[in-house]
Every structure is written in structure tokens, then in C-alpha cells.
């Protein structure tokens, strides 16, 4: 059996800091009441001239960096996003020509914040298959032109940024154990963005003024409850499809959108908070992207150390959610 393994990962996260400070100053809202019901203190907004895809090649180039391949090495890359340079052509063809990936097929994959996890279990699946070689999977989102910043409730939210993953066969460590994936389209309704596609085209003035274009949270408490039950289940799943449980884990790096869900999740899986890899507080949530960033400071920081076994996880629109167990 081959053994298929993240050999580099890379983040890019734009310079500009918006604080809950800076969004005080428009929005009806504080500090106090953001932070303590989301964990968040501020989060990064990519400047106007910048697309998706500028931010993932940054991310991109970083792991390959860190993998020590080159751009012609890579074969394969699957962009995770929803909120891409263009819906036609996908993002990843942009990111393509951008990293000069002249040998590589790309293509995007839309499963809102599980994203990187529906990427890396198709890079996984295609290289163990023998299709491909050497994959970048990619993960970014400019969040902050898709929301209604006049909607307190969500906008607080969301940040800017992308994350890189390199898969390959490897020779030493950074297994991908097994991935995990899951969708619930009868609940497509909570979180969506409903203008934009064929339901809602030619685009109106009716629909923009109506903002149907921005991304919308239904009942966001009720996906709340969700999310703790599916994250739970996915991180269970990941290390008991291994012949391990939840305690043998070293590490979980979950998507991150909201520091209670996070803590509800370490309860419910009865693990301490310091087992649980947190960005939340610096860049909050930034869709499928979230987790390929928060692996790649882990991995750089020196919190992963050789043979750990780290628990990958998201929960997201669609809805979906999903899983991966890597050894280290
Ligand atoms: C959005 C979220 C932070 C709201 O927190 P909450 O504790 O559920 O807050 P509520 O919606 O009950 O709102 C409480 C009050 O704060 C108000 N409020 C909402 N947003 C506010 C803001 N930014 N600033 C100040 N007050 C705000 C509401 O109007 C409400 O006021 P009311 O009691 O007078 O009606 C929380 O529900 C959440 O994070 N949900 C999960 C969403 C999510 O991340 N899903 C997964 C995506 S991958």
C-alpha cells in the first residue's frame, strides 16, 4: 500500500488587520459582545485589487517551498473555495497560470468550510489510484466581498486568507491515515449565498438590491447546535476508522468558526482545550481556508512533532462536514 502524505504546507494572510475596534466605528456593534460570543478579536481583509488567487499563489509557492518541489512537479491541483477569481473559468485554472503549473490539471471544489477536507480526500484517493503524482491542494477565500457588512449578526464573522497543502508519496512520515467525507443537501437552506447562480440569473437590480449576492446565515444558533454534533462525530470517526480513539489524538485542527463551538466540541469529546489548534482569535473564520492555515502555523511553530497523530475536521455549508487522520 502506497503511503500518501502531506510533505509541505504553506498560508498567506493579507497584511491589512480589521479589529473589532475598526468595525465598531460603522456597525452597531462592540468588541465585548463579538469576543465574547465568538472568540474573535480581529481578522484580515485582502486590499481591492486582489483576487483569490493571488493570495492562494502566495500560499501555494510556500508549501511547495517547504515540500522542495517545483512548479513543473505538480500534476494535480484542486482549489477549495467559495469565493473564487471567477466562476468561469474555475479559480484553480487562474491559480494554475499564476503558479506556472504547466504540467498540472486544476480544477475547484465547492464545499464551503470543509473545502480543504473534500481536496485532500480527492488528491489522496486520485495519487493512491495511481492518476496523479504530486498535488497542491488550496484552500482561499476573500470573505470580506462576499458578506453584507450592514448584517451585525454575520459579518463579524468572516476574514480573508488562503492555506496550501502539497500530497505526494512519502517516504517518512506525514501520513494521510484516511480522509472522511459527508453532505446534507436538506440542509442547504441555513448557510447560503442564493443570488449569483441559475436560479436567480440574468442578475438583477431586484436581486443585488435585495442582496441576494452576500453570504447568509439562517438561524445561526440552530447551525451552531450542528456544528458541535458534526465536528464531534467527524473527529471520532477519523481516529476510530484507525483503530485508535479520540484520546490517542496529539492534536485537533479544526475549521475554525467560532471559539464556543470549539470549546463545546473539546466537551462533548471530553479533551482538554490545549489539544485543540486555535486561529480563531486572529483571523476568524475564513471558509475552507481555515484549516490548511491553522496546519501550516502548526506545522511551523514546532506543535507537531514527528509520529503525532493530528486529527484534521471541518463542518460547512452544503451542509457538509468531514474529517482526516495524518500521522505526523
Ligand atoms: C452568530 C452567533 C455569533 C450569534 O451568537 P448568539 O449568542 O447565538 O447571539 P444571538 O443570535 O442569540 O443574538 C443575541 C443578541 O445579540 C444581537 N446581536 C447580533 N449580532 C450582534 C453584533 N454583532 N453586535 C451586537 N449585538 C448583536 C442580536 O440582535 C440579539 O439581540 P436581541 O437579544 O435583542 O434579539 C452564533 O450564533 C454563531 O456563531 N453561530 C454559529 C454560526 C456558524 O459559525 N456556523 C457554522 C459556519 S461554518
Keep these: 500500500m502506497k503511503r500518501i502524505g502531506i510533505i509541505g504546507t504553506g498560508s498567506y494572510l493579507p497584511e491589512k488587520v480589521m479589529t473589532n475596534f475598526d468595525i465598531e466605528k460603522f456597525l452597531d456593534t ?19 485589487d486582489v483576487a483569490t488567487s493571488d493570495l492562494c499563489k502566495v500560499a501555494g509557492e510556500r508549501a511547495m517551498k517547504m515540500a522542495g518541489v517545483k512548479a513543473g512537479d505538480i500534476d494535480l491541483i484542486i482549489l477549495a473555495t467559495i469565493t473564487p477569481d471567477t466562476h468561469c473559468p474555475a479559480g484553480a485554472n487562474w491559480l494554475e497560470a499564476k503558479l506556472q503549473c504547466e504540467n498540472a490539471v486544476s480544477f475547484d471544489v465547492t464545499a464551503a468550510c470543509s473545502g480543504f477536507i473534500f481536496a485532500l480526500h480527492l488528491a489522496d484517493k486520485l495519487i493512491r489510484a495511481g492518476v496523479n503524482k504530486k498535488a497542491l491542494v488550496v484552500a482561499g477565500e476573500i470573505m470580506s466581498r462576499v458578506i453584507n457588512w450592514k448584517e451585525r449578526e454575520s459579518c463579524i464573522l468572516w476574514g480573508d486568507g488562503a492555506g496550501a497543502a502539497v500530497v505526494a508519496e512519502s517516504k517518512q512520515g506525514f501520513e494521510i491515515l484516511s480522509t472522511h467525507i459527508h453532505t446534507d443537501g436538506a440542509g442547504g437552506d441555513t448557510l447560503l449565498m442564493p443570488g449569483g447562480g ?31 454534533n458534526r465536528f464531534a462525530g467527524a473527529c471520532e470517526e477519523a481516529a476510530t476508522a484507525n483503530g485508535h480513539t479520540i484520546r490517542d489524538v496529539e492534536l485537533i485542527i479544526p475549521h475554525q468558526a467560532n471559539l464556543r463551538i470549539l470549546q463545546a466540541v473539546a466537551k462533548k469529546l471530553d479533551v482538554p482545550m490545549d489539544k485543540i489548534f486555535m486561529t480563531i482569535e486572529k483571523y476568524g473564520n475564513i471558509s475552507s481556508a481555515t484549516v490548511p492555515i491553522a496546519l501550516d502555523e502548526a506545522a511551523r511553530s514546532g506543535k507537531l512533532k514527528k509520529d503525532d497523530l493530528v486529527v484534521l475536521s471541518a463542518f460547512g455549508g452544503g451542509l457538509t462536514w468531514g474529517s482526516s487522520l495524518i500521522r505526523w
Excluded: C, Q
Design 30 to 48: 462592540s468588541d465585548e459582545w463579538i469576543y465574547t460570543r465568538t472568540g474573535i478579536k480581529e481578522r484580515r481583509i485582502a486590499e481591492k
Design 198 to 228: 441559475s436560479k436567480t440569473t440574468p442578475i438583477s437590480h431586484e436581486s443585488v438590491d435585495a442582496g441576494l449576492h452576500f453570504l447568509k446565515m439562517i438561524e445561526a444558533n440552530k447551525s451552531f447546535k450542528v456544528a458541535v
